[in-house]
């Protein structure tokens, strides 16, 4: 499996998230400075119409943001199924976003508001599976709200590359 | 009239009048210590139905979508309070035909947990019965022991709100009395010990716990809410969500599929816990989640008839995220 690689942006799944190359290099070895051997890999689950543009429109606006996130874009976050990130955290991602739609701004009208009562339970019962609280984010940024992303991804990453890659972990 | 009594008539009644093609209940098992879940066809055959302490089996499970044989069978089944709740639950979500089904409740005053007799004995156990609140067992080399019921009872039923089947056509003798549940809030205190460890001893206690699984899917089959059991993405193979291979990761991935796929439909009834065979303790990993159900909506999945599950509505005004 993929635990240890720090694959090329590029599979099907998979994609660098638009415009993170500029601070691509500078953020990858302060993180391996941090953890010691490798840095940390963050599953980003966006949806296509708000986040996933939102990204985007930071990219585009050349924002600095770390380049440890992949976005996996779905078609809306009601799409989304708890199991896609306790699949990632199988997988050995070392922390998983999930971002859509301002909750009323859906594409779909009410996708997300289906979804935000899923990742509610999701949330809490990760935290009960023992994976600590900054390994796992939810949250909404519009298209136009490049500079929102740039700062959840910011933070986001900051708290996953104080913990440091999972290695060895029950789920 | 005993309760057993009230269940054989009611299943001779339904059986002679042609309202149901067979009834579903309970009888006594190859091992006198044992009750297994009865078929009864015919209205000569209702005296093999029991009722008694040991009657676990949620018999709701051959209800669910397509288990009923034939498929347009009309079908008499008892149930527990428990068990009704799984029951509605799935009429909730149109799941199962009302119109199918007769269903006879069971009022209920806790039922025995038998393996944990079983371990207090180095053999055979041959005999439980249970009278006044006083449980006696004998085994096959002639040990006998007795226990008070309070300390044999299953998880499930010493935090029990819901002795009285939620939904029933028919009630076997008088109902028992009801806890107190506008009053008091459920008691949760069985998922404390665990949510009060760390994460590092979470992740342990997980690894240790769940290593043992076999996926062998007794609890996915046993599970009456668990819907889908024929098209289960736990056995897609293409694409493969989870891996063949026998890791921890894999296992606990397993798990919480199952879980996060009855996420208020489940009311904790506790069968999966009971036909683990490697005795997981699923029930708390569910009682934990319908923690979580209940703080975030106040909702006990299959209490209400005319509700819909938490997961199938949404709210413009919950208060989740940020």
């Known amino acids: 499996m993929a635990d240890t690689t ?41 949806c296509n119409w708000c986040s996933y543009a939102g990204a985007d429109t930071a990219g585009v606006g050349r924002f600095r943001q770390p380049a440890n996130v992949r976005l996996v874009r779905v078609p809306c976050t009601g799409r989304i199924d708890p199991l896609f990130a306790l699949k990632a955290f199988e997988k050995g991602a070392d922390g998983v976003l999930i971002s859509g739609c301002h909750p009323g701004d859906c594409h779909y009208s009410e996708g997300n508001y289906y979804a935000r009562r899923k990742f509610e339970l999701l949330e809490r019962l990760i935290h009960h599976l023992g994976i600590p609280k900054e390994r796992f984010k ?7 709200e490049g500079q929102r992303w740039q700062k959840v991804v910011t933070d986001f990453v900051a708290g996953v590359e104080k913990l440091g890659p999972r290695e060895g972990r029950a789920l | 009239m005993s309760r057993q009594d009230h269940i054989r008539e009611f299943a001779a009644k339904a059986l002679t009048e042609g309202r149901v093609d067979y009834f579903i209940g309970w009888k006594q098992g190859h091992n006198a210590s044992e009750v297994v879940p009865a078929f009864v066809k015919e209205a000569a055959a209702v005296d093999q139905l029991v009722w008694n302490e040991l009657c676990h089996h949620n ?29 509605v639950a799935l009429l909730q979500e149109e799941l199962i035909d009302r119109d199918r089904l007769y269903v006879v409740g069971v009022p209920c005053d806790g039922i025995i947990d038998r393996r944990r007799l079983e371990k207090e004995f180095a053999d055979e156990i041959v005999a439980v019965s249970c009278s006044d609140g006083r449980v006696s067992v004998a085994t096959r080399k002639g040990n006998e022991k007795e226990f008070a019921k309070e300390e044999v009872l299953l998880d499930a039923c010493t935090r029990c709100r819901y002795p009285n089947a939620v939904y029933a056509d028919d009630v076997a003798g008088p109902p028992v009395p ?16 665990y949510e009060s460890l760390s994460d590092d001893e979470k992740q342990a206690t997980l690894e240790k716990v769940y290593s043992a699984c076999v996926r062998c899917f007794a609890c996915i089959h046993v599970c009456p809410v668990c ?66 159900i209940y703080d975030m909506f106040g909702f006990e999945p299959g209490t209400k008839l005319d509700e819909k599950p938490v997961f199938q509505l949404f709210d413009v005004n919950d208060r989740f995220g940020d």
């Open chain 1, 6 to 46: 720090t694959t090329e942006a590029g599979g099907a799944a998979f994609e660098a998230a638009p415009g993170g190359n500029a601070a691509a290099g500078a953020n990858v070895a302060a993180a391996t400075g941090d953890s010691g051997d490798r840095p940390v890999k963050i599953i980003g689950i966006v």
């Open chain 1, 138 to 144: 939810w949250t909404w940024v519009s298209a136009s």
């Open chain 2, 59 to 87: 018999l709701v499970t051959f209800l669910k979508r397509n288990m009923p044989d034939p498929a347009g069978a009309k079908i008499g089944v008892c149930v527990k309070g428990c068990d009704s709740r799984t029951l």
């Open chain 2, 178 to 193: 009801e806890p107190d549940r506008d009053g008091a809030k459920p008691d949760w205190s069985d998922v404390a010990g």
């Open chain 2, 227 to 292: 819907v889908c059991w024929d098209k289960c993405v736990n056995r897609s193979r293409q694409p493969e969500l989870v891996e063949q291979k026998v890791g921890t990761k894999q296992k606990l991935l397993f798990q919480m599929i199952h879980m996060f796929h009855v996420a208020g439909r489940c009311p904790s009834c506790g069968a999966c816990d009971r036909a683990c065979p490697v005795e997981i303790p699923l029930y708390l990993l569910h009682r934990k989640m319908n923690k979580e």
